[in-house]
């Protein structure tokens, strides 16, 4: 949710809870940050191949609002 729709965290706490999960909203942001280096591996393997494989680079980087 985070990354694919761009949901604030205190947004996917919300979900969780509306749909009868029990979360903090400290775990939430631990299964946000921890154990994503598989993760930032590939994004990192994919932006490589990205610069190679194109002689520009456009980037759109839309940002979730928290509390305003």
């Known amino acids: 949710m985070y ?7 205190p947004k996917i706490h919300e979900f969780f809870a509306n749909v009868g999960v029990e979360m ?3 775990q939430v942001s631990n299964l946000l940050i921890k154990k994503q280096d ?3 591996q590939e994004s990192a393997e994919e932006h490589d191949a990205g610069l190679r494989t194109s002689t520009w680079q456009q980037t759109d980087d839309t940002l979730t609002r928290v509390k305003g």
């Not at 990354?3 to 965290?9: K, Y």
């Open 3 to 9: 990354f694919g729709i761009q949901a604030s965290e």
């Open 24 to 26: 903090s909203e400290g």
């Open 38 to 40: 598989d993760f930032h």
